[in-house]
């Protein structure tokens, strides 16, 4: 079946690390999103990327780093310099590229919950 | 800028209630999609449905139905005979047209629904 994998599921940081969570997609899509999910609130979008080798920032880049080096996964590393880094973190996928106006529809993964201790 | 709200944080519902979860939106562009999607325990998103802003027509889909008005910026979500599975976050969002697949999510609803 297709559809995109996060793991892992829970990870938990300590103080000043840094940590990756991944993303695999394999359903051929070009674009690639990372959100973050605060309680209560909606997802805010932290990194996008709509080819190989190329991302751009979202709204909360700050304190995160992303890689696309191959078109099935998007790891996403929060450093250190996030001073709140503990949420729910959701990645997506799309057929076709932001700004290729067809606007379709979303699939997400399961998503991986980050807790600082 | 673009702006979803839900004002509806949780709703409270027993089994066979129809119930209602509000979407109100903000945008400058004129062609623009509005989306809902679930949200399950298990945690992933599942979409519901899109609808592009020249489109005011209203859907039906089992129990789910979909009321979109450009004229009062909502799209609103109505699930008729609720069911216990139907409990989880409901986000409604919004991609404007330059924006591509970008989307601006609200807050959600967290719907119960008890047996």
């Known amino acids: 079946d297709g559809g995109i994998t996060q793991s892992p599921k829970y990870l938990f940081r300590k103080e000043g690390q840094n940590v990756t969570l991944s993303c695999e997609q394999n359903l051929n899509h070009d674009a690639m999103y990372w959100y973050r999910q605060d309680p209560g609130q909606g997802l805010r979008l932290i990194y996008y990327?709509?080819?190989?080798?190329?991302?751009q920032k979202g709204d909360i880049a700050e304190g995160y780093s992303v890689s696309r080096e191959k078109k099935e996964s998007f790891p996403l590393t929060v450093t250190s310099a996030q001073k709140n880094p503990t949420a729910f973190y959701l990645c997506a996928s799309t057929p076709a590229p932001p700004g290729g106006g067809m606007n379709t529809e979303a699939f997400f993964g399961q998503g991986t919950r980050l807790t600082v201790v | 800028a673009q702006k979803v709200t839900q004002a509806q944080t949780e709703i409270s519902v027993v089994e066979k209630e129809d119930v209602t979860l509000d979407c109100v939106y903000e945008?400058?562009?004129?062609?623009?999609?509005l989306f809902w999607y679930k949200q399950p325990p298990s945690g992933e998103l599942v979409f519901l449905i899109r609808?592009?802003?020249?489109?005011?027509q209203n859907e039906i889909s089992g129990r789910y139905s979909w009321n979109f008005q450009k004229s009062t910026s909502s799209f609103n979500f109505t699930i008729t005979a609720s069911q216990v599975v139907d409990s989880a976050v409901y986000f409604c969002a919004l991609t404007e047209n330059n924006a591509g697949n970008m989307l601006t999510f609200g807050g959600g609803t967290r719907l119960m629904v008890k047996p």
């Open positions: 990327s709509q080819i190989v080798n190329d991302f």
């Open positions: 609808r592009n802003s020249f489109d005011e």
């Open positions: 945008t400058r562009d004129t062609t623009y999609y």
